[in-house]
C-alpha cells in the first residue's frame, strides 16, 4: 500500500467517478483503476460497486475511507511540520501497529523515550497488519511493533523481544474459570468460543483458536473481525477467546494461561541499516527498559 493508492481511493470516493478522479489527479483514468486494483488486491476486498453508469462504496470501502483520510491527513500535517521546522531539533520517529492493542502495550516504552530521547517525536500509526508490514518493508515506516510469530524474517531486519506472553483463555471476569491458574483447551469444550477473523490476531493464538473451533457446534460459536469487538463480546459473557496476555486495564476481563501452548514474545522490528539516526537510540534504550524488568 502506498499513498499514491491512497489518493486514488479517496478521489474515486469523493467523486462516485473514475474520471472526475482521474481529472482531479492529473493522471489518466486507467492509472486509477490500476491504482484501486491493486489496493483491492492487497485488501483482500472489493472498496467499490462498479457499473457501467455508476460507481458506489461498498460496506468495506465505507469503513477504509475515514482511515484513508485520516492516515493521509496526518502525514500531510506531519510532513509540513517537518518543512516548517527544518531547521529546529524535532526528529520523527514512525512506528507502526496493527492494532490498538499493540499500541497500548509500547506506552512504556514511549514513557521513557519521552524522558530520554527529547529530540524524538513518534509519528504512531494504526493500519492492519498486512499494510504495516508493507509500509515497514517499504521503509515508509521505522519500527513496527507486533508479536514474533508475525514479525517479518528478512535479511537485515531485527527483531527486538520486549517481553514474553503465555497465550490465554480470555474470560469475563465474572466466569466460573475466572479464578484459575491455568486451563487445558478440552476443559473449555462445553463452553462457548469467540472467534477473531483478523490478521491482528497473534499466529500462536490464531493457531489455538483455528483448532478448538472444530469442537463447538454452531451455536456455541461467534464470530467478529477485529481484536476490540471481540474483547467486547467477552466481556459481555458470549463466550472466551484466544489471546495472548495482555496488558488490559480492564476489570471486567481476566486471562487464564493455557497448558502445554508455547509463549509468544511482543517486541518490535527494525532494520539493521535504517538511515534514520533515531533507531540506534530507540532500540538501545529499549533493551536498558527490558532489562530493568
Known amino acids: 500500500m502506498n499513498t499514491q493508492q491512497l489518493e486514488s481511493f479517496l478521489a474515486v470516493a469523493e467523486n462516485l467517478s473514475f474520471a472526475r478522479a482521474a481529472e482531479d489527479l492529473n493522471i489518466t483514468q486507467?492509472?486509477?483503476?490500476?491504482?484501486?486494483?491493486?489496493?483491492?488486491?492487497?485488501?483482500?476486498?472489493?472498496?467499490?460497486?462498479?457499473?457501467?453508469?455508476?460507481?458506489?462504496?461498498?460496506?468495506?470501502?465505507?469503513?477504509?475511507y475515514k482511515d484513508a483520510k485520516n492516515f493521509l491527513g496526518g502525514l500531510k500535517v506531519a510532513a509540513a511540520k517537518i518543512k516548517r521546522h527544518s531547521t529546529s531539533n524535532v526528529q520523527i520517529l514512525s512506528i507502526g501497529f496493527g492494532n490498538e492493542i499493540d499500541c497500548e502495550l509500547s506506552v512504556r516504552l514511549l514513557q521513557e523515550c519521552r524522558k530520554h530521547i527529547p529530540e524524538l517525536h513518534p509519528f504512531l500509526r494504526i493500519i492492519p497488519h498486512r499494510s504495516i508490514l508493507n509500509l515497514f518493508l517499504q521503509d515508509e515506516i521505522d519500527i513496527m511493533f507486533g508479536f514474533h510469530d508475525d514479525a517479518p524474517s528478512r535479511p537485515g531486519v531485527i527483531y527486538e523481544e520486549l517481553f514474553r506472553a503465555p497465550v490465554c483463555c480470555i474470560l469475563s471476569a465474572e466466569h466460573a474459570f475466572a479464578g484459575k491458574e491455568a486451563?487445558?483447551?478440552?476443559?473449555?469444550?462445553?463452553?462457548?468460543?469467540?472467534?477473531?477473523?483478523?490478521?491482528?490476531?497473534?499466529?500462536?493464538?490464531?493457531?489455538?483458536?483455528?483448532?478448538?473451533?472444530?469442537?463447538?457446534?454452531?451455536?456455541?460459536?461467534?464470530?467478529?473481525?477485529?481484536?476490540?469487538?471481540?474483547?467486547?463480546?467477552?466481556?459481555?459473557?458470549?463466550?472466551?477467546?484466544?489471546?495472548?496476555?495482555?496488558k488490559w486495564n480492564d476489570p471486567g476481563i481476566c486471562a487464564v494461561p493455557f497448558v502445554g501452548v508455547e509463549d509468544t514474545f511482543f517486541g518490535f522490528s527494525y532494520k539493521e541499516n535504517s538511515p534514520n539516526p533515531l533507531v540506534k537510540k530507540f532500540v538501545a534504550l529499549a533493551k536498558r527498559v527490558r532489562e530493568k524488568k
Open 30 to 64: 486507467s492509472a486509477v483503476s490500476r491504482q484501486i486494483h491493486a489496493l483491492e488486491e492487497e485488501l483482500g476486498t472489493r472498496l467499490f460497486h462498479r457499473t457501467s453508469r455508476s460507481v458506489a462504496l461498498t460496506p468495506a470501502g465505507i469503513s477504509f
Open 183 to 246: 486451563v487445558e483447551a478440552q476443559e473449555l469444550y462445553e463452553e462457548k468460543i469467540v472467534i477473531c477473523n483478523s490478521y491482528s490476531l497473534p499466529a500462536r493464538a490464531a493457531v489455538l483458536q483455528n483448532r478448538m473451533e472444530r469442537h463447538f457446534p454452531l451455536g456455541s460459536v461467534y464470530y467478529c473481525d477485529n481484536l476490540n469487538a471481540m474483547l467486547a463480546l467477552v466481556k459481555a459473557g458470549y463466550g472466551f477467546g484466544v489471546l495472548p496476555e495482555m
